[in-house]
């Protein structure tokens, strides 16, 4: 098991920017990737940007491209999202995820560590 801790998530403006942190402990391998999802409430969690660890492979769902980049720093067992750019309907809870594999897929299901997720709010 890997644990997960996200932070940086706040009140911002539309237009504006905010990154987003995920520090993984414990169990870690360089097979892992990394993803962020996110979800407002009544709904499933959404693909936001999935990462690997140590492939330099990356992913972004359809609403975030062009906007938000995922990144990682290895040495620090972190990864990062930096969003730009931000929409009110940016607004959820963004959520840190892992799976041990190099393969970055979108549903939920099949990631298996989660962080406690951070609220970002996006204002008009």
């Known amino acids: 098991q890997v644990q997960l801790v996200e932070s940086g998530g706040g009140l911002v403006q539309a237009g504006g920017s905010l990154r987003l942190s995920c520090a993984a402990s414990g169990r870690t391998s360089s097979s892992v990737s990394m993803a962020w999802f996110r979800q407002t409430p009544g709904k499933e969690r959404e693909f936001v940007a999935g990462?690997?660890?140590?492939?330099?492979?990356?992913n972004y769902g359809d609403s975030v491209k062009d906007r938000f980049v995922i990144s990682r720093d290895n040495a620090k067992n972190t990864v990062y999202l930096e969003m730009n750019n931000l929409k009110p309907e940016d607004t959820a809870v963004y959520y840190c995820?892992?799976?041990?594999?190099?393969?970055?897929?979108?549903?939920?299901?099949?990631?298996?560590?989660w962080g406690q997720g951070t609220q970002v709010t996006v204002y008009s």
């Open positions: 990462i690997n660890w140590s492939g330099g492979v990356w």
């Open positions: 995820a892992a799976r041990p594999s190099v393969v970055i897929v979108t549903a939920a299901q099949d990631w298996d560590s």
